[in-house]
């Protein structure tokens, strides 16, 4: 689709005329409507804002015409992958697996290369194939190019630092130390748990992203234990393979 069939789809799916859209992002109606008719396009700063307001990328407003990947890990971008700053611009140099916030996910690539190879190895590709392409293709990527000047000062990592020393502080009956804290999307370890009063529940936002690691229990058996954090809590459940039959341990404020 050329861009002024996506802006009018777009403002016809909100429900909003031309008049109100104009409002929402500080043009007039007329403006709007050249957009429309393919006369002009939005420039950089309305394109912002229309991205926003639509929670669509810059990219998709402009009918795709780069296949974005992340700069981080490599992933292809679409709209419901790619990262956005603190106040919900869309950011379309990162996946929101490795950019959240405002803040990078990694510092480490031998760590991101550990958690890419859980998720990319399959039925095509072995272990070794898929470590090979991580290890020739991320270091080519902006982000580990520029790692020192992209990187902070070390806050992040300090603060992942803090928030482990805390977890460990907990001594919980069976599991091991944790070293690590990786970032995890919401939607992927969002388990329902059963409340002692019987209704089902579930703590964490599928859109927001965590830190996180699984652990396999002290004592053998099927069962692990799933941490995940951020800055306002601790959270730590028990569960089977494939997050089965899960068992919230310990929910903390911090």
């Known amino acids: 689709m050329e861009t002024k069939d996506i802006l009018f789809e777009l403002r016809t799916k909100k429900g909003l005329s031309q008049d109100a859209l104009a409002e929402k992002i500080f043009v007039t109606r007329q403006a709007v409507s050249r957009w429309e008719n393919g006369e002009t396009i939005p420039n950089t700063d309305t394109l912002k804002l229309l991205s926003k307001l639509y929670d669509v990328s810059i990219n998709t407003l402009l009918g795709s015409p780069m296949q974005l990947i992340c700069q981080c890990c490599g992933m292809p971008l679409e709209d419901s992958n790619t990262s956005k700053e603190k106040d919900g611009f869309f950011n379309e140099q990162y996946c929101k697996w490795c950019y959240a916030d405002g803040e990078y996910m990694y510092s480490d690539m031998d760590d991101l290369i550990e958690v890419c190879v859980k998720n990319m190895v399959n039925e095509r590709y072995s272990e070794a194939d898929v470590r090979n392409y991580l290890h020739e293709t991320l270091p080519k990527l902006d982000y580990w190019k520029r790692y020192k000047?992209?990187?902070?000062?070390?806050?992040f990592e300090q603060f992942k630092k803090q928030l482990i020393?805390?977890?460990?502080?907990?001594?919980?009956?069976?599991?091991?130390?944790?070293?690590?804290?990786?970032?995890?999307?919401?939607?992927?370890?969002?388990?329902?748990?059963?409340?002692p009063n019987g209704k089902m529940m579930k703590f964490l936002d599928d859109n927001t992203t965590y830190l996180g690691n699984q652990l396999e229990c002290e004592?053998?058996?099927?069962?692990?234990?799933?941490?995940?954090?951020?800055?306002?809590?601790?959270?730590?459940?028990?569960?089977?393979?494939?997050?089965?039959?899960?068992?919230l341990v310990i929910y903390k404020k911090r």
């Open 165 to 195: 020393e805390e977890i460990n502080a907990l001594n919980i009956e069976g599991m091991p130390k944790l070293t690590k804290l990786n970032a995890l999307v919401g939607s992927y370890v969002n388990l329902e748990y059963r409340l």
């Open 219 to 247: 004592f053998g058996g099927e069962r692990c234990f799933g941490v995940i954090a951020n800055l306002d809590f601790i959270m730590v459940a028990s569960y089977e393979a494939n997050g089965e039959n899960p068992e």
């Open 149 to 155: 000047e992209l990187g902070g000062d070390g806050n």
